[in-house]
């Protein structure tokens, strides 16, 4: 029952450090923003654990707002019942 935040590095499969390779390993579902994370972390999980989210490139506080909850409704349910990663580049 946990959420872990994992940097995939600068967006390369073979950079990921080796305890983000392990927390994706282990995830129950990893969710991903975008899709050079997607496609990062495709390299360390099957495609089945992979849920996409949506996050608009704006300063619209609203629309990012929406997205957010939208987000985070999706992530909790699953991070109370099991363990799940939530990638970011960088």
Same mark, same amino acid.
């Given at each position: 029952?946990?959420? $872990?935040?994992?940097?995939?590095?600068? =967006?390369? &499969? @073979?950079? +990921?450090?080796?305890?983000?390779?392990? +927390?994706?390993?282990? &995830?129950?579902?990893? $969710?991903?923003?975008?899709?050079?994370?997607?496609?990062?972390?495709?390299?360390? +999980?099957?495609?089945?654990?992979? =849920?996409?989210?949506?996050?608009?490139?704006?300063?619209?506080?609203?629309?990012?707002?929406?997205?957010?909850?939208?987000? &985070?409704?999706?992530? &909790?349910?699953?991070?109370? @019942?099991?363990?799940?990663?939530? +990638?970011?580049?960088?």
């Amino acid at each position: 029952m946990t959420l $872990y935040g994992v940097g995939l590095g600068p =967006g390369e &499969a @073979d950079l +990921v450090t080796v305890r983000g390779k392990e +927390v994706l390993e282990r &995830a129950d579902v990893v $969710y991903s923003p975008g899709r050079l994370s997607r496609t990062v972390a495709l390299n360390h +999980v099957d495609e089945s654990k992979i =849920g996409d989210l949506d996050f608009p490139m704006t300063k619209d506080e609203e629309k990012l707002r929406t997205a957010w909850k939208a987000a &985070a409704a999706e992530i &909790a349910p699953n991070a109370r @019942d099991g363990d799940v990663a939530f +990638v970011t580049l960088g």
